[in-house]
């Protein structure tokens, strides 16, 4: 039995009011000033290879974690860093927690996205247009874990000559209670998933 969507929403709702609010400029600059690394070598150090089945162990300590935190969880990619933290002696950290709300919110989101692209697909299948689903859900396959990979919109290509149909349909009272990146052809398709798997993996 598939979860009701209302049920998922209200549930999402209640992780995202449980997200820790974290000001930035509020955090002690003793911890900035003590570890000597910059932010970003700190978050990179933390993501490489986060996206794997079963990461390395993090090379960072906990005072580290908690000046990080908040930039990730404000960049998206919490859920990520949860990841990579679980089993080791951070997870039990209040930073790894706030990560954790973060992770859990995404994988609700997940479930809520794919049931919204089957209802797209059935909308345009049903005027016989055809179409490539990319980025996104199609992304966020190949992760172990679809909250790994965020995402928003739905984006799909479609042949030129349905363009406007596509178009027409997605603003339908149906169709607006989705949000559809239309893209008109795909003759660069290669190229873009080329780069786009390239960055996914950096």
């Known amino acids: 039995m598939q979860p009701d969507r209302r049920l998922l929403q209200h549930a999402g709702d209640l992780c995202r009011r449980q997200l820790p609010v974290i000001e930035l400029t509020s955090l002690p600059s003793v911890l900035k000033t003590r570890t000597g690394k910059p932010r970003s070598r700190l978050i990179s150090s933390l993501l490489t290879g986060a996206w794997r089945e079963t990461p390395a162990a993090p090379e960072i300590s906990a005072e580290e974690l908690v ?38 919110l995404y994988t609700l989101h997940a479930v809520v996205h794919e049931r919204e692209i089957q209802q797209v697909i059935k909308l345009l299948s049903r005027e016989g247009i055809d179409h490539i689903l990319v980025k996104g859900w199609s992304m966020a396959r190949v992760y172990p874990e679809p909250a790994l990979r965020p995402y928003g919109d739905i984006d799909l290509f479609v042949r030129p000559e349905q363009f406007a149909l596509a ?15 239309l893209h008109k052809g795909a003759d660069h398709l290669d190229e873009q998933i080329g780069r786009a798997s390239c960055r996914e993996r950096v």
Not at 92 to 98: E, N
Not at 167 to 181: A, T
């Open 167 to 181: 178009e027409k349909i997605m603003g339908s009272i149906e169709g607006r209670k989705f949000f559809v990146d």
């Open 67 to 104: 000046i990080i935190a908040p930039l990730l969880i404000a960049s998206g990619g919490g859920a990520m860093a949860f990841w990579k933290l679980r089993g080791t002696p951070l997870e039990s950290t209040q930073a790894a927690a706030d990560l954790k709300q973060v992770y859990r």
